[in-house]
């Protein structure tokens, strides 16, 4: 029987012919699930449609902005309104002031920022700075953590490098990654231990708050009040990847929610409003290392771009305005998706830990516990991928990777929650058929 070929899976082929696995991005290509990836044509509020008319309730936000969902009308208003007065001018404008306070207002650690197109050139400039700033070497990151594919931060990476089980990257000189020193999260003694054996050479720790890209990992308690601890007696300087987290999972992200005040943090994602937006902010005696005022060079045609100011503004300034009934919504809507599938999986005998901080989580196919990387890494990601993909048939597209964190956003309704849950309890009694 000839199987006839999806719209997607035409449009697969052709991607093969021209990128790289098919993607821009590996993450996209669902190597780590199979099936089909469902070429988007169109999003609004929590759902996307696929090339084929199929409709998914989405829970990856486009890897995190999309807090207030698809094509939200403020959002698609504001960002016609600056394309109507051209795309880009490669020269300074109101819109990024107007941004920069909005972020200042919420990050009172960020004293000044620079922004840039990415959450890679934010947490690679920030850890350049503070290099320069200390006059030392080696940095710390934590096993899982992801900080984007800058050469000394993909040592013992989350994400894609941790989906595909790639150990750090090809074409990452030795020279460069052995100035990471990568350590288990949630171990407070390797940090000490770090800092006896390399006196005066860490520049500074750079983590994800909350660890998203190994899944979602929350810190112990206190933890991070000891990175801060340490790092203020070490003279290093401690950076706050909230990428993922700033403005996710409470209006001021990580540090507002565990109040802990980082030199450096590093924003993207939701500060952007689904167009490419980093940024990297702190300490102003840190900042002003940066060229023109300091020797530290970076740069960018596209930072501050007039439509990614307009999106950011129009988001970040609408979660200011609705914050207590923005986070109390998503924190019920997360809590009711992450509890309901988590006694759908007990009901069905499926070993399962739940992890979540606000509206950002992970089911890991393990009984845990999961406070770190290798503790992640016990899930069985085969039943992980059945899973993704039972839960994709019924309409529901979740983060393609066991090391990958989930997201609501203020769109999704209690019927897209039930119909979730719903959706799960059906995929556990088929696989608790099939072990
Ligand atoms: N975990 C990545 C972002 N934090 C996923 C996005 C990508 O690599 O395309």
């Known amino acids: 029987m000839a199987l ?25 290509a669902f190597r780590a699930v199979g099936g089909e990836p469902p070429f988007v044509v ?37 960002i016609k309104k600056a394309a109507a007065n051209s795309a880009s001018f490669g020269a300074s404008t109101q819109a990024e002031g107007d941004l920069a306070e909005l972020v200042t207002g919420a990050y009172p650690s960020i004293e000044k920022l620079r922004f840039v197109s990415s959450g890679t050139e934010a947490t690679m400039s920030a850890v350049r700075l ?37 150990p750090g990257s090809a074409g990452v000189p030795e020279e460069v990654a052995h100035f990471t020193l990568a350590l288990p999260f949630n171990d407070i003694v390797a940090v000490e ?25 929350p810190p112990a308690p206190s933890y991070l009040q000891a990175l801060r601890t340490l790092t203020a007696q070490h003279g290093a300087l ?21 109040g802990i005040r980082p030199d450096l943090t ?22 002003d290392q940066l060229a023109p005022l300091g020797p530290v060079y970076q740069a960018g045609t596209l930072s501050g771009n007039p439509l990614a100011m307009a999106a950011g503004i129009a988001t970040v300034g609408y979660l200011r305005d609705h914050r207590a009934e923005v986070y109390a919504k998503l924190e ?70 066991q090391f990958e964190a989930a997201f609501t956003s203020t769109a999704h309704t209690d019927a897209d929650i039930q119909q979730t849950v719903d959706a799960a309890r059906q995929a556990f009694a088929a696989m608790s058929k099939e072990s």
């Open 4 to 28: 006839t070929l999806t719209r997607s899976g035409a449009l697969r082929l052709r991607a093969e012919k021209l990128f790289p696995g098919g993607v821009n991005s590996p993450v996209r």
């Open 42 to 78: 169109r999003g609004e509020g929590a759902y996307l449609w696929d090339a084929d008319g199929n409709r998914y309730i989405d829970y990856f936000g486009s890897w995190g902005p999309m807090i207030l969902g698809h094509a939200f009308p403020p959002v698609v208003e504001a």
């Open 130 to 166: 503070a290099r320069a700033f200390t006059n030392r070497k080696y940095i710390v990151k934590f096993e899982g953590c992801y900080h984007g594919h800058a050469d000394g931060l993909l040592v013992k990476a989350g994400s894609g490098v941790a989906t595909f089980g790639i």
């Open 193 to 217: 231990a770090a800092f006896e054996n390399h006196p005066g050479q860490i520049a500074c720790i750079i983590v994800e708050p909350i660890v998203g890209n190994a899944g979602c990992i």
């Open 238 to 258: 401690l950076i706050f990847d909230e990428v993922m987290t700033g403005f996710r999972v409470a209006f001021g992200g990580a540090q507002e929610l565990y």
């Open 266 to 287: 590093t924003l993207g994602k939701i500060v952007g409003g689904g167009l490419p937006v980093g940024a990297f902010g702190g300490r102003a005696e840190i900042m």
């Open 332 to 401: 019920k809507l997360s809590a009711t998706v992450a509890d309901g599938v988590a006694s759908a999986a007990a009901s069905a005998g499926i070993p399962l830990t739940t992890n979540r901080v606000g509206a950002m989580w992970t089911w890991f196919f393990t009984a845990g516990p999961v406070t770190n990387y290798e503790q992640a890494a016990q899930s069985d990601t085969k039943r992980f991928a059945a899973f993704h993909r039972a839960m994709l048939n019924a309409g529901v597209w979740l983060p393609p990777s």
